[in-house]
Each structure stands twice: as C-alpha cells, then as structure tokens.
C-alpha cells in the first residue's frame, strides 16, 4: 500500500518488540524452559496445526501481494491497453518492448535519476533531525520534552492527506501564510509567487512535508535506542578525556547503531515509494516534471492506458528496491527480531 | 545543536569526581538553557501545520481569502463546517469510510490472531520464511499491486465495488497486524496455557479462555493501528471505485479541490472531521501500548 500504510504500519510492530526488550532475556528463557521436556509429549499432534493456523493468511496475502506481483512480470511482456482491458481478451506478448521503450525514454531516466535524488535529500535530512532532536531530547528540561513529544505524536498521528493539504495551503500563491510571512522580511516580496512553476522549489515544499512527516518516527525510535546507552560508559569516557563528538562516535553511536540503520533502511524504502504527497500535492495530476517513479507508472498505466508500460516501470522499481529490502532483512536477522 | 555542544565542556566537570558533582548541577542548568531554546523552535515546527490546520479550519472565509494572514486567530466561527458537512456525499462518504475500515480491519484481525498464534507458538518448518514474506511484502511500490489488481477486478467486473476494496485493505494491514500480535502471544508465558491444558482445556479452550484475554491490549492497539492505516488509505479508494456515493472521506476531501481553485477554508476544515478520529485513537493506542508492555515487564 502507499507509504503512509507503511509508517504507521511498520513502525508499530518496531515498537511493540523493542519497548518489551526490558523483559526479553527472561523471556527468552522461559521458552526455552518447558521446551526443553515438552516437543516429545506435543510432537504428534501438533505438526500439521502451525500450519492451518497460517493457511488463511497465506491464501489471503497470496491473492493480494504474490499473484499481484507475478501479474505484473506477467503484463510487463505483454502489451495491454484500453482495448485488452475492456474486451477482456488476453493481450499480446511481446517479449521485451516494454523494458526497451522504457530504457529508450529519456524520461525515464530523468524519473528515476530524480527518485534517487529525492530519497537521498529527504532520508539525509530526516535521519540528521531525527538523530539530532533525539540527542536534544536527553539533554532538555522535562517540560519542554513533554511538550515536543506531544507535537511529534500530533504530527505522526496526521493523516498524509490531511497532511499535504495543509502544506499545500501554506504554499498558496495569493493567500498562502508562507508567501505572506516571507514578505514581511526586507527585501524579500513573494506575494503571488508560484511556489510550483519551478520543480526544484515545488519539491522543496513536497520535501517540508515528507520530513515532516517522517521526523517524528525516527526521534521516537532513536531516543528510545539512546536511554539504552549505558550511563557509566558515557562517564567512563568523558574521565578519560573524550569530548562531546567523541564520546558520541565512540560510546554512543555504536550502541544505536543497529536501531539507526534499521531507521534509516526503512526511509530508504519509504521514501523511494513516495507517492501520496506529490500526488495530492499537485492536484492529482502531477505534471511531467514532478513525476517520481511511483507516479510515472501509474499515469502511464491510468492516462496514457498503457497497463504494461506501467507494470514494467513497476517492476524495475521493485528491482531497484529489492536490494535495500534484502540489506533490511539481513539486519533484522542479525538482530534477532525474527525468532 | 552543535552550538550548544560546544559551549558544554562536559570533561572539565569530571576531573575529580566525588568534588566534581556538586558544581557540576548548577552548570548544566545553565546549559540546559540552550537546550531548552532548541527543544521549543522544534516544538514550534513541529506543531506549526496542526495549530494551522485548526485556525484555518474556524477561520471565517473572509479571512482566509487575505492577502495578510495574521497568525493569531482573531475571529471564530463554525461556517467551513456547515459548508463542508453540507457538500453532496459527505455522508455516504463517511457510511463507505466506515463499512470497509471496520470490515477490513476485523477480518485482519481474526486471520492476524490465529497466524499470530502460530508463529509466536510454534516452531515449524517454514515459521521463518513467512515471517520474512510478512514483512517484505510491506515493501512493495503501491503501484506495483495497484495495477493488476485494478484489471484483476475489471476482468472480474468487480471494479467500483465494496468489496475489492475490503480486501486490498484486509490484506495490506494484515502483515503488521500478525506482526504486532505476534508479539503480545510471545509475552504470554507458556505455562499458562499448559496448566489450563492439564486442567482439562482443549487446546482451543485454553486459547479462548487463557490467551485470549490476555492478548486483549495486544489486539486492541493492532486493531486501532489497523484502522488508521485504513481511515488514511486514499489510493486504492480513487481508483477501484467509480461512484460518488460509494467514494471514502479521503477521496471525497478532494473534492474542495476544483480546476477553478481550491476551498482551502472547507478543505481544512475537512480534514479536521478526517483527522479527528485517527489522533483521538492514536493517543488512545499509544496508552494502551504502555498499559500492555508494562504489564507485561512487571510478570517478567
């Protein structure tokens, strides 16, 4: 689903473990305990159970997430269109036209040269506040982190519509409160500015809200990761002479290390799928030049009704994100949260 | 923040230590100061766009429709409401909006538990390849599963129906549904569920009788998650259904959208009606979370 389904989704599996870690040792051995006496007495009975219990919701995400996928390698050889659609005959193969069309556009080439921009800045700037605000937060008086908890826990909560929305407001040309604030600084007049005619400066505001939405996430998660740091180590080294940036390289980081690449990763994936804010944000007709990946296939499937131009442009999405998922995976391996 | 660093000489302080702590409190009061400066710029942008949200929403069109928007609210009224409560289908909307979320979201939640169930329980072959599935199909561009579902459901002229859109939803919140469920049974300690077996439960039993009440928190937070991830789904809803009447509240907020320009006062105020329901439950998730896993960490 769109990325907004992903931030509230995947990140409340990644607290539910994470916040039960206090309890995780015993836990850990509280299983092993009646393990150790029990699989002889349930061996028999129980093979075959695991397995029904799982069988609904592998039919179910089968139907929606396998056959899916395996549809769209299957239409990215054909070449349906408006007719194949309605007609409902089968559509044409035609090996692999699509992939050379696509290839062939330079278009395509500036979508995605442009995604990958657009995921570095946003994933760099929300992983450098986040790690920031989640520093600032341990050091700040309690009253003032409760009071940015609670703005951070409102911005999370927004939906990414009603989200966009508003930063489209801000944004407005006659009446938008950035145009009218902006102004009131000496020499600056911006009143009727279109912040959209130039794409660097539309991606700027499409970018204020993807970090925005973002940021609170990930300082949540991290400061969660740093009041794991244990206090003693922190000390121990400032006795031995390290300043704030080395205490931070050495005691600090490598103790968050695994939550951040963790964090990061999942921006990485997040961020590469964007596809609601610059959607909503341009009236949901994107114009050429704010085409990222996810909306170039879907206005080549949708508007130009060329359905296996875009399951192709799909697929090649899903490659180029195969690799981070399988880095992801990896890590979630090596910490265990797969047991 | 790293201005505030480097007025914070913090090894200085440690030389000595047990002389060192006393002067060492008042100095970091003072540089908590600076700290304090950071922590509220952040608070302020952060909070900035929902304060906006709110005032634009009750702000009477007059005012929105100004070359100077003043910051402070200076006039209140309920007007972008009634207009935006009067648009066509803004029921119907609101009836579409709840029929899928709530159908959605239980049937994730019966098929989440059991599976739940089976891979916080049991160690099979093949418990870890579907845990892996679970969490890499979350990855997946909405696109690439927009598409062939949207031919899928035209082929089956199931386009503009409720339920195509019931499933894709059913199905997209599962993962972390299982997910999170998952680890709740983890926390239910195993002897609880043997001893209800050893006085007499069948397996069933003991789940319904033991596990279940105890994964009440668990299920109600997945739930409520499962939800927000539903209210907040505008995609699938624009393109799978045709009819006015039958679009969700996403789908219809984009109606204060027009080529002529956009309502932003009946759009804000939109979203306020959209966005009420998922803080007011978010913050209610974020307690029962705490209730759940704190609970859970005095047993253990």
């Not at chain 1, 305990?33 to 699989?39: E, M």
């Not at chain 1, 039919?59 to 395996?70: C, D, E, H, R």
């Not at chain 2, 959208?257 to 306020?272: C, E, W």
Request: overall charge positive.
């Amino acid at each position: 689903m769109s990325a907004d389904t992903a931030k509230t989704g995947v990140a409340a599996p990644e607290e539910a473990p994470r916040n039960s870690s206090g309890g995780r040792p015993g836990d850990q051995a509280r299983h092993e305990g009646p393990k150790g006496n029990g699989p002889k007495r349930r061996g028999i009975s129980a093979v075959p159970l695991p397995y029904l219990l799982i069988a609904p919701a592998i039919v179910a995400i089968g139907a929606v997430f396998a056959w899916p996928l395996v549809k769209t390698v299957i239409m990215s050889f054909q070449d349906m269109g408006r007719r194949e659609l309605w007609s409902g005959d089968s559509p044409p193969w035609v090996g692999f036209e699509q992939f050379a069309n696509i290839f062939g556009d330079s278009q395509f080439w500036a979508v995605t040269g442009r995604t990958v921009l657009f995921m570095v800045v946003c994933v760099g700037a929300t992983m450098l506040v986040g790690l920031g605000l989640a520093m600032l937060m341990q050091r700040m008086s309690t009253w003032v982190r409760l009071l940015l908890t609670g703005a951070l826990v409102a911005a999370w909560s927004m939906p990414l519509l009603v989200a966009t929305s508003v930063f489209r407001w801000f944004a407005d040309s006659d009446y938008g409160v950035a145009n009218s604030l902006l102004s009131k600084l000496p020499g600056i007049d911006l009143q009727g500015h279109n912040w959209f005619i130039n794409p660097w400066q539309g991606f700027t505001i499409i970018a204020a809200v993807v970090i925005w939405g973002a940021v609170p996430f990930v300082v949540i998660t991290l400061y969660a990761a740093l009041t794991q740091v244990p206090r003693e180590l922190v000390e121990a080294a400032q006795l031995d002479g390290a300043g704030s940036f080395g205490v931070f390289r050495h005691v600090v980081f490598p103790v968050i290390k695994p939550v951040f690449q963790m964090v990061a990763t999942l921006s990485v994936i997040w961020d590469f799928n964007i596809f609601g804010q610059v959607f909503l944000m341009r009236a949901n007709k994107p114009e050429p030049e704010y085409q990222l990946l996810g909306i170039y296939s879907f206005q080549k499937a949708f508007e130009s009704s060329s359905f296996s131009q875009g399951t192709a442009i799909a697929l090649v999405t899903v490659l180029l994100l195969a690799g981070v998922a399988v880095y992801y995976l990896r890590q979630l391996l090596k910490t265990g949260e797969v047991e | 923040m790293s201005a505030a660093n480097a007025t914070a000489p913090k090894p200085d302080a440690g030389t000595e230590r047990p002389a060192a702590r006393k002067p060492f409190r008042p100095d970091r009061k003072k540089h908590r100061f600076g700290y304090d400066v950071l922590g509220l710029v952040a608070f302020a942008v952060m909070a900035f766009p929902v304060y906006w949200l709110l005032v634009s929403a009750f702000r009477p069109n007059r005012e929105i429709r100004s070359y100077d928007q003043t910051l402070w609210p200076s006039s209140f009224t309920f007007d972008n409401f009634v207009r935006a409560t009067e648009t066509r289908f803004f029921w119907t909307a609101i009836q579409s909006s709840l029929i899928i979320c709530v159908t959605s979201v239980l049937g994730a939640l019966v098929i989440g538990t059991i599976a739940a169930f089976a891979i916080g329980r049991f160690n099979f072959v093949g418990r870890r390849p579907f845990m892996m599935v679970l969490i890499l199909v979350q990855m997946l561009p909405p696109t690439a599963m927009l598409i062939p579902i949207y031919v899928q459901l035209n082929n089956l002229g199931a386009t503009n129906e409720y339920w195509g859109v019931i499933v894709v939803y059913l199905v997209s919140v599962l993962p972390f549904t299982t997910w999170m469920v998952r680890g709740f049974v983890v926390n239910v300690p195993r002897e609880l569920e043997e001893s209800a077996m050893v006085d007499g439960c069948s397996r069933m039993g003991a789940f319904r009788r033991v596990i279940l009440p105890l994964l009440a928190p668990g299920l109600a937070a997945a739930s409520i998650f499962a939800l927000i991830t539903a209210w907040n789904e505008y995609l699938f809803a624009y393109v799978l259904l045709q009819d006015n009447d039958k679009y969700t509240l996403n789908v219809w907020l984009m109606n204060f959208t027009t080529d002529r320009g956009t309502d932003y006062g009946g759009l804000m105020a939109g979203s306020v009606i959209v966005a009420v329901p998922v803080v007011i439950f978010f913050m209610l998730v974020q307690k029962k979370m705490a209730t759940g896993l704190t609970s859970g960490a005095v047993k253990g």
